[in-house]
């Protein structure tokens, strides 16, 4: 497993596999136009040519925002996700970021595990953030 920057060419398979993740999927278009945004830095991890998984964050300043977490359903328990997170905290690091956040719908569970096994703590809920009105819990790391 590699783990590596997204590629403009990696679009097509990342939003493939943003559909077959997310209830609310980001746009070819949305996730396109990432490249155009100095703020935004996208890791893929990659198996035998295949796109096991993709994660974004944006910084600001000093603190940061997971986007986008995605590990395809083949992969998910394998330390896939973790290895994402890590090289996008790497990232958040040598930016200057101190503080990282990212929401995560309360029914994931598996999500909200690994991110509490990285040190992530909930800071408060958002009701019916989603669009089907699932509540979110925002997380947060200090770095």
């Known amino acids: 497993m590699t783990v590596r920057g997204w590629k403009y060419q990696d679009i097509l398979a990342i939003s ?35 796109i096991a998984g993709y994660g974004g964050i944006t910084v600001a300043a000093d603190s940061a925002d997971i986007e986008n977490i995605a590990v395809a359903e083949q992969y998910r328990r394998a330390g896939v996700g973790t290895s994402l997170m890590r090289g996008l905290e790497d990232i958040a690091r040598k930016q200057g970021v101190k503080k990282i956040f990212l929401e995560v719908r309360v029914s994931n569970f598996a ?5 509490l096994n990285l040190g992530y703590a909930g800071v408060y809920a958002r009701t019916r953030y989603y669009a089907d009105g699932e509540d979110c819990l925002v997380m947060a790391k200090e770095l």
Not at 35 to 46: H, K, R, V, Y
Not at 111 to 115: D, F, G, L, N, R
């Open 16 to 50: 493939e596999l943003e559909r077959e993740c997310f209830k609310e999927p980001w746009s070819f278009r949305t996730l396109a136009s990432t490249f155009a945004s100095p703020a935004f830095f996208g890791l893929t991890a990659e198996d035998g040519g295949e």
């Open 111 to 115: 999500a909200m595990k690994m991110y």
